[in-house]
T-cell receptor, first 111, second 115 residues
């Protein structure tokens, strides 16, 4: 079983739609959680950190459920520019700043 | 405002050839990383350097070596390239300190093909 699992998609949604991605992680002692965005043939870029209480950044809302070991990302009012692959990222407990990346969920927003 | 710079951006090698991928960051970060990304898989850590003068193996270190030349630079070397090492390679860096969530900042990537 992969340490971080995501639905690969693609999620095809019209502009203006609300879309949600989930991600599960296997190590219950994981400490920090992030969503990264990766455009086609580009480097991953940090979208947002995920906090236990949930957090929002504009149209993006991230939630963490430690009991069920999943993380979610909600995108409201989707824009064409949101089309990308969204990577769920978990920091391993202990040791150093070692991040475990999910394989990503692809989002395609169409007019 | 360069951030993390990787060279080269593309490279084609023959099996058995060697090469070094270069990475430099100008953010005064202590930690640097090398990942590879293959289709359908998440980024996998090859090696990392927590601070200048230290390096440690990640998940998939076999076939690679690294050098943390100074605080800015972290290179990845393939001594004898194999087709299984065809991949996109990303270098990243992060700061350390009191902040619990230290994001990693990535370079543009190196697309490497081994024939």
């Amino acid at each position: 079983r992969k340490e971080v699992e995501q639905d690969p998609g693609p999620f095809n949604v019209p502009e203006g739609a609300t879309v949600a991605f989930n991600c599960t992680y296997s190590n219950s002692a994981s400490q920090s959680f992030f969503w990264y965005r990766q455009d086609c043939r580009k480097e991953p870029k940090l979208l947002m950190s995920v906090y236990s209480s949930g957090n929002e950044d504009g149209r993006f809302t991230a939630q963490l459920n430690r009991a069920s070991q999943y993380i979610s990302l909600l995108i409201r009012d989707s824009k064409l520019s949101d089309s990308a692959t969204y990577l769920c990222v978990v920091k391993r407990p202990g040791g150093y700043n070692k991040l475990i990346f999910g394989a990503g969920t692809r989002l395609a927003v169409h007019p | 405002n360069a951030g993390v710079t990787q060279t080269p951006k593309f490279q084609v090698l023959k099996t058995g050839q060697s090469m070094t991928l270069q990475c430099a960051q100008d953010m005064n970060h202590n930690s640097m990383y090398w990942y590879r990304q293959d289709p359908g898989m998440g980024l996998r850590l090859i090696y990392y350097s927590a601070s200048e003068g230290t390096t440690d193996k990640g998940e998939v270190p076999n076939g690679y070596n690294v050098s943390r030349l100074n605080k800015r630079e972290f290179s990845l070397r393939l001594e004898s390239a194999a087709p299984s090492q065809t991949s996109v390679y990303f270098c990243a860096s992060s700061g350390t300190g009191a902040r619990r969530n230290q994001p990693q900042h990535f370079g543009d990537g190196t697309r490497l093909s081994i024939l």
